[in-house]
């Protein structure tokens, strides 16, 4: 356990070395998509409209329900409700802060349903893991993160 902690010691002082050198933006921008799409995110996109275009594009018709796991704060509802206004949401979210900002935000959609659940491969109970109550980096899965100060 002392020597993962003595890692992980490293690990920040590395990172907080390589962020201290005075990197082009341009630059920047080229490691922080590698490491994107090295996590399996981004499809190539700069926002979440434009990642909802690229998901979207793949249909070839107008889903009938839509299901948005981890829902957090909407955001990814928000887009797909201006493109699908008639579509079923089943918004999914574990975090108690998250579900009740989204039970407020879609008060006035009867076409959207809100469930304070997480989803997962087995029935139970298991504790949330995230660096602040509604993050979006809450997992069921316990990561270790390192935050640079």
Do not use: H
């Not at 341009?26 to 799409?37: K, S, V």
Request: glycine residues 6%; proline residues 4%; charged residues 20%.
């Amino acid at each position: 356990m002392k020597k993962a902690s003595k890692d992980f010691a490293f690990v920040r002082v590395l990172l907080k070395l390589f962020f201290s050198i005075p990197f082009p933006r341009r630059t920047l921008y080229a490691i922080e998509r590698l490491c994107a799409l090295k996590q399996g995110k981004g499809w190539g996109a700069a926002t979440i409209s434009d990642e909802v275009d690229c998901c979207t594009m793949l249909l070839n018709r107008t889903p009938n329900v839509i299901i948005d796991i981890g829902a957090n704060y909407g955001l990814y509802t928000d887009e797909l409700l201006k493109r699908y206004p008639d579509s079923t949401y089943f918004l999914f979210e574990p975090s108690s802060l998250c579900y009740q900002r989204l039970i407020q935000k879609y008060t006035e959609f009867d076409n959207v349903n809100i469930f304070s659940e997480a989803v997962s491969d087995f029935a139970g109970t298991t504790p949330l893991y995230s660096n602040i109550e509604g993050s979006g980096l809450a997992s069921l899965t316990k990561k270790t993160l390192i935050i640079l100060e």
